[in-house]
């Protein structure tokens, strides 16, 4: 009730001053437009959508599921750093290009015991983005609020665009916070600051992170649209991270043993059907965001397919500069804002037609 009550009296006040400048004339709009009564009020004031979407994200950071997934990606990742950290001594070898690359070794290594950085999020991303959207919509109708703030004198798609605002403003705090904090912790600990290639690939791949988490976000929206139970939201969202992290492999490997060329078959058949396995591969999201992060904190990966002797023949291995490895890996970073985007359409199309009407 605190919420339709503060987005009353922020409408009502922008209602009253439209009205007093529309039965005003121009000198009286100067009047009030430099009074100084009504200047404090404007400060005061705020627009629905900046309430709508504050309240979100106060929602959100008190909510227990909030805190838990955050406090479990905040100690894998703790964890996955002191794994770098402790080896990271044995991670330089003789003729090892991504040698340059000594800081952004605290992203990728492991000893085997804990996976790496980008592996922790890559993982526990998809989570933080279904829980923080499974129930956006079907709980605000079943508890019957929705018609009630619908029934404010506010457009509708300012809840949904405020929903996904909100939700995004949280997932972006958190990742270049826990991204800082990994930097900061690696500065002191091992007294090497990062170049400046090395921070904005990382800040790069802070961001295609916060892309990642927002595809999932979006489509865990979506089900809350669609679906009038909280719990079967949730559970179709799940259902499908866990389809692409784990079911979704297991059958392209059986497509790719039954495809297999003969063992005498000539090398461009061999390439043929190993880029076949790779694109049916990239219709998967993870693999999208493994094989961009694993380009972008890995300078050394020049290429994300096979290879043929001819175009090997003669090459010096060494690392890409970043403005290559972004060209690399344009095609998988397009592919997850498409994604991000259309699952975002869908939400918002559907919510405009939606009945709100609690039953």
Not at 34 to 49: I, N, Q, T
Not at 312 to 328: D, E
Request: hydrophobic share 50%; proline share 6%; with cysteine.
């Amino acid at each position: 009730m605190t919420f339709i009550t503060a987005i009353s009296r922020e409408v009502k006040f922008m209602s009253d001053i439209a009205k007093q400048i529309k039965h005003s004339g121009k000198s009286w709009f100067g009047k009030l437009a430099h009074s100084p009564g009504l200047a404090s009020r404007r400060e005061v004031a705020m627009h629905p959508f900046r309430v709508i979407v504050d309240k979100e994200i106060s929602d959100l950071v008190r909510s227990w599921r909030f805190k838990i997934l955050i406090g479990i990606i905040v100690l894998t990742c703790v964890g996955s750093l002191y794994t770098a950290l402790t080896n990271i001594s044995h991670a330089v070898k003789p003729g090892d290009p991504d040698n340059a690359f000594f800081f952004l070794k605290l992203f990728t290594i492991s000893d085997g015991t804990l996976p790496p950085f980008f592996v922790f999020i890559s993982f526990l991303g998809p989570l933080l983005g279904i829980s923080l959207g499974f129930d956006a919509i079907n709980s605000e109708q079943n508890r019957g609020t929705l018609s009630r703030v619908m029934a404010q004198p506010i457009h509708r798609d300012y809840l949904i665009n405020a929903k996904f605002m909100a939700s995004i403003t949280v997932i972006s705090v958190m990742f270049f916070a826990l991204g800082f904090l990994v930097m900061g912790l690696g500065m002191v600990i091992i007294g090497i600051p990062p170049t400046p290639e090395e921070f904005l690939r990382i800040v790069f791949f802070i961001v295609l992170s916060i892309f990642y988490v927002a595809l999932w976000l979006n489509l865990s929206i979506l089900f809350s649209i669609r679906f009038r139970q909280a719990a079967t939201s949730a559970l179709a969202g799940i259902s499908v991270w866990l389809f692409f992290s784990i079911f979704y492999n297991l059958i392209v490997k059986l497509i790719a043993r039954a495809t297999m060329p003969p063992g005498m078959a000539p090398e461009r058949y061999v390439v043929a059907h190993r880029n076949f396995i790779l694109d049916l591969m990239r219709l998967s999201p993870s693999q999208l965001f493994s094989e961009a992060t694993t380009t972008l904190l890995m300078p050394s990966v020049r290429s994300l397919g096979p290879l043929t002797m001819e175009q090997v023949h003669g090459t010096i291995p060494g690392p890409l500069p970043l403005g290559q490895s972004l060209l690399l890996v344009w095609p998988q970073l397009t592919a997850i804002i498409a994604i991000t985007v259309v699952c975002f359409a869908l939400s918002y199309v559907f919510f405009m037609r939606k009945e709100i009407r609690s039953r």
